[in-house]
């Protein structure tokens, strides 16, 4: 149903190395031959259909555990994008935060130093996902424009309020630091 909805556009599979090696092969079969059958119906229909798909694991070693069809991987993976963790793009993490925000606010919102400090100190082993469910969170939670850690995650928020953990690490601070002159530039419009 998804390929025939998307026919004429693009359809994005998320977390596609999850895929049963049982549906692999009917997957590889539409995107061979550009058709689908219908569940019920005895007729194929074309379909015009560009395909993106994202994982988070490594599909090289999947065909090699035999988890993943080789055959499939081929067929999938003409234009190769590998974007690093969140926690290796901490410039990355209050631009994002602040664009979730507005999103789920409706309108501008700002974070406290103390939220944009806990923000920029987590791992997000959850990436982006995680994220947007803690801006989702703090947005929900807020009573006005301005996001303080408490409006956080727990164990986000306690991030923030012991600087001694964030200090532990100086490579770590450093790229705090970096991240948080660097959104607020983008704030001030480089002024």
């Given at each position: 149903?998804?390929?025939?909805?998307?026919?004429g556009?693009?359809?994005?599979?998320?977390?596609?190395?999850?895929?049963?090696?049982?549906?692999?092969?009917?997957?590889?079969r539409?995107?061979?031959?550009?058709?689908?059958?219908?569940?019920?119906?005895?007729?194929?229909?074309?379909?015009?259909?560009?395909?993106?798909?994202?994982?988070?694991?490594?599909?090289?070693?999947?065909v090699?555990?035999?988890?993943?069809?080789?055959?499939?991987?081929?067929?999938?993976?003409?234009?190769?994008?590998?974007?690093?963790?969140?926690?290796?793009?901490?410039?990355?993490?209050?631009?994002?935060?602040?664009?979730?925000?507005?999103?789920?606010?409706?309108?501008?919102?700002?974070?406290?130093?103390?939220?944009?400090?806990s923000?920029?100190?987590h791992?997000?082993?959850?990436?982006?996902?995680?994220l947007?469910?803690?801006m989702?969170?703090?947005?929900?939670?807020?009573?006005?424009?301005?996001?303080?850690?408490?409006h956080l995650p727990p164990?986000?928020?306690?991030?923030?309020?012991?600087?001694?953990?964030?200090?532990?690490?100086?490579d770590?601070?450093?790229q705090?630091?970096?991240?948080?002159i660097l959104?607020?530039?983008?704030e001030?419009?480089?002024?």
């Amino acid at each position: 149903g998804v390929f025939r909805s998307a026919s004429g556009g693009t359809l994005f599979l998320d977390e596609i190395g999850e895929l049963p090696l049982t549906l692999q092969p009917k997957l590889l079969r539409a995107i061979e031959s550009g058709t689908i059958s219908p569940v019920g119906s005895d007729t194929s229909l074309q379909v015009d259909t560009r395909l993106v798909v994202a994982t988070h694991r490594d599909l090289d070693q999947e065909v090699a555990a035999k988890r993943f069809r080789e055959d499939l991987y081929y067929r999938i993976n003409v234009v190769e994008v590998v974007l690093e963790p969140l926690r290796n793009r901490t410039a990355d993490i209050l631009p994002l935060a602040r664009l979730y925000a507005t999103q789920f606010a409706g309108g501008p919102v700002r974070l406290s130093p103390q939220a944009a400090q806990s923000l920029l100190v987590h791992s997000w082993p959850g990436n982006v996902r995680e994220l947007r469910n803690a801006m989702q969170r703090a947005c929900l939670l807020s009573r006005g424009d301005v996001i303080l850690p408490e409006h956080l995650p727990p164990k986000i928020a306690a991030l923030g309020a012991s600087p001694a953990e964030a200090a532990t690490d100086t490579d770590r601070l450093s790229q705090v630091e970096r991240a948080t002159i660097l959104a607020t530039l983008a704030e001030c419009a480089n002024n």
